[in-house]
């Protein structure tokens, strides 16, 4: 059985090709700015169910429900700045209180078309288009902030997102290490488009740092790097059943740069090879995956070979086979549903990890004054 699937999905990739399938959910992206002496309002919530049906040592299973509200005003003096302020409120369906309750500041200064630059609350989670060995899209429900500062980079030819996410901040003789990720997420476009084909050069690299020199405490440092980059071919066709069809063929890398190193492995890497098709609200992929000593700090589990910290569940190589379906419509202006199955079978053993779930997403300003 498990041979008939891995040659009819290496069959469906050479006929189509490989892609990346992004996250299902919809961020708030940094858009262009247009207008200026306003005040408005914004709101970005997420309504949650995901259930994780996982068999796997190295990951158990777990649901995920709940819901995430984030409420801000925006004002904007100046075609070219903004100031956003409000909060994010995390919520677990069957816990009292939220789960996490965050206030929300965003600068955002955009001197031209083709350059942007945050400070505050990033435009984080799938809005980076990491690919999912190094970001766990799930994560935009779980973690719904990143802090720090971003650069937008849109060129003709380079498409880049440049971002510090401050994660842990220490002072004077805190009992904890400092912990921030040095994010690098750019496309390299390698022509016109032409006859709906586009063809590009995906570059990423993550770091991962805990440190800090006025701690109270005497721990080692930890240092680990990330690296994903291949070849990336787009085919879009609005008069066809499949409106879109992404690929990809992506070599991931992983090391570990700490002066002591800690974890289960040192270094490794991966190869990546997936295709998804869209098709009306539709979104059909599959892919073959293969790695050795692969790991991520924030990357799916599944796709890793240890854990992020150290435990005693690791193996050295992995092989899967990925099935994805998805389903994304709007209902409504600013509003929107989704649905998705995802399966990771692993050659080896033959077992299947899978999980399914739903969401609604709210994600819209309104105008309150021009002065």
Known sequence: MNIRILLLSVLFISQVAVCQLPGYIQQPQASVMADSQKISFA????????NNEYFNPIEEGYTLIGYNIEPSLVFQPVKNISIEAGGTFLKYSGRNGFHDIQPLFR???????KFQMVLGNLYGGSNHKLYEPLYRWERDFTHPQESGLQFLINLPKLKADVWLNWEKFILHGDPFQEQLMVGISSSFLLNNESNGWQFSIPLQCLFKHQGGQIISIDTSLVTLANVATGLKISKKNEHSTFKQIDMD???LGY???SPNKQQQYENGYGFLAQVKAAIKDFSLGTGFYHSSKFMSPIGEVLYHSATYPKSDIYYKTLDLIIGKLSYQKQIAKGFSLGAYFES???????KTDYSYGVHLLANF???LAHY
């Open 249 to 251: 063929l992506v070599f």
């Open 365 to 367: 300003d309104m105008l």
């Open 344 to 350: 990771f079978t692993k050659l080896s053993s033959g």
């Open 43 to 50: 709101l970005n919530a997420k309504s949650f169910f995901k």
């Open 107 to 113: 600068f955002r200064y955009q001197p031209s078309l």
């Open 255 to 257: 090391a570990d740069l």
